[in-house]
Structures are given as structure tokens and as C-alpha cells.
């Protein structure tokens, strides 16, 4: 290759994945590096053995951020592209990325629409934002534990591409994973928002969740991609609820913990407006 393209990819038991995710960079990366989080699979060795990639060992400690700038430091080319393990790009995309390092040498960053799937099938009506994957080395960085976001000193141009993310195989995963993420979520919304009101939390898990839903399915258009459309709005709409029941199981927790009796302390207290 000479693209001068680092990929960049974050694992934590990707045996599954790692193959397609590779096959759709290995023709225009100069170099992959994986960062991985102790995989007990074979993701590793895949990795280094089939596609010749360097692979860290960090262990992830919930800092996503931290992980993305740990490959970003390993990076030895100019252009570094991050990815998810469970993302494959279509030959098209990784044509339009070449072009784009190549001719546009006023921008730091270039933006790519990621498209979920669910069992494999691509969602096509539903609006997926442009996601800042591509970037020069040293005109950028990640901030943030979770939902980690990318910090660009220069400017950006969205790309007319996209990324396929597959993300959804059974509802069993579908539900491990908001378990998993939610939990992350409602500790940084306490520590962010420690008072909180009870009202507001009872409203985000019951009407919000209903409002989520109607804004999925209709407003978002997921409804006109079939039955996987509304398992997306089923999800989006799940997903949240399970993290505000977190919060809400946190915060009976943390009242009862200074001795106080709950309910009683919550009858007597005047709500907060939410």
C-alpha cells in the first residue's frame, strides 16, 4: 500500500467479527493495529497471524477513549481510520477514502455515515449521522469514557459513504449489551446530576420511553424497513428505559445507604420539577 493509512481497530473477543472487518480494509491500509482488551478468543491471533497487524494489549477499564488514543499513539502514517470490530466498509466507501486522503489536503478529518444492521440487514430509511472515522495524526483525539468523542483541530468534510455496522444478531445480545452499557451510563449520570429528581426519572422510563418509540418508528422512518425497522425502534426505545432504571435503582440505593427510610423520606419530601 501506499495510502499512508492506519486502521485502527478496538477488540474485546471479536473472533466472530475480526475476519470481515479486515477484509474490507486490508487492500488500503498501510499498517492495522488492534487494540485489545484481554480477548480470551482467538481474536488476537487471527489478527496477527492472517493480516500481519500490531496488536496492544490494554486492558479497557470503561475507557473507550483511552483505547482509541492508545492506537492513535502506536499510529505510523499520516491517515489513521478507527474503526469497531463489529463495521465493515464497502468496496465503494474504501474508494471514496483513498480519494479523499488524496485530493483534499485542507481538511484534518472526513466524516462517514455508519448504517446499523440488525441480523445481518441493513437498515435503509432510517437517517444515520456522519461520524468523524478518518483523520490526520496529531489533529486529533478522543475525550470521554463512553460515547467517547472525537476532538479535530481542523476542519472536517463529510463524505458522501457509508459504514455497515452489525450490530444486532438476537435480542439475548441485543439486551446483554444495553445491560452492559447502561450501567456505565447511570453512574456518569449521577456523578453529573447527583440531585436528580425521582419525578423525572419515573417520566423518562414510562412516557419517555413511549415518546422514543413513536419517534423511531414514524418520525425517524424505521417503519417503512419491515419488521427489522421496528425491532430498531423496539430497541432505541428499550435500551434508555433499562439505563433510567439504573439510575433510579442507584438512587434508592444511595438514599437508603445514609440511613434514611426511603419511602418515607420520599413521601415527605416535595418533588423537584423535572
Not at 486502521?7 to 498501510?30: F, M, P, Q
Not at 492508545?70 to 481510520?81: K, N, Q, R, V, Y
Not at 485530493?103 to 432510517?126: E, G, Q, S, W
Request: glycine share 4%; hydrophobic share 40%; charged share 30%.
Amino acid at each position: 500500500m501506499n495510502n499512508n493509512l492506519t486502521v485502527i481497530v478496538i477488540t474485546k473477543n471479536e473472533e466472530k467479527n475480526i475476519r470481515r472487518c479486515l477484509d474490507s480494509i486490508k487492500d488500503i491500509s498501510d499498517e492495522i493495529i488492534i487494540v485489545d482488551d484481554n480477548s480470551m478468543d482467538r481474536t488476537v491471533e487471527i489478527a496477527q497471524k492472517e493480516y500481519n497487524a500490531k496488536v496492544i494489549s490494554n486492558p479497557l477499564n470503561n475507557d473507550f477513549a483511552n483505547q482509541r488514543n492508545l492506537g492513535i499513539e502506536h499510529a505510523t502514517c499520516d491517515w489513521i481510520f478507527q474503526m469497531d470490530a463489529d463495521e465493515v466498509v464497502p468496496k465503494e466507501t474504501s474508494q471514496k477514502i483513498i480519494k479523499a486522503i488524496h485530493n483534499n489536503k485542507d481538511y484534518a478529518a472526513f466524516n462517514i455515515i455508519r448504517r446499523d444492521c440488525i441480523y445481518n440487514i441493513p437498515l435503509m430509511h432510517v437517517p444515520f449521522a456522519s461520524l468523524a472515522r478518518i483523520f490526520k495524526k496529531g489533529e486529533a483525539q478522543y475525550s470521554g469514557k463512553v460515547h467517547e468523542q472525537l476532538v479535530i483541530k481542523g476542519k472536517s468534510l463529510s463524505l458522501d459513504a457509508i459504514v455497515l455496522h452489525y450490530n444486532i444478531f438476537s435480542i439475548e445480545q441485543m439486551m446483554q449489551k444495553a445491560l452492559k452499557y447502561s450501567t456505565l451510563e447511570a453512574d456518569k449520570i449521577i456523578e453529573n446530576t447527583p440531585d436528580i429528581s425521582i419525578k423525572k426519572v419515573r417520566y423518562k422510563i414510562s412516557f419517555g420511553t413511549i415518546k422514543l418509540f413513536l419517534k423511531h418508528y414514524f418520525k425517524r422512518n424505521s417503519r417503512k424497513d419491515g419488521e427489522v425497522g421496528f425491532i430498531y425502534a423496539v430497541i432505541n426505545s428499550i435500551s434508555p428505559a433499562i439505563l433510567w432504571l439504573k439510575v433510579l435503582e442507584k438512587l434508592i440505593l444511595r438514599d437508603r445507604g445514609k440511613g434514611e427510610n426511603y419511602l418515607e423520606a420520599r413521601s415527605q419530601k416535595p418533588e423537584a420539577r423535572g
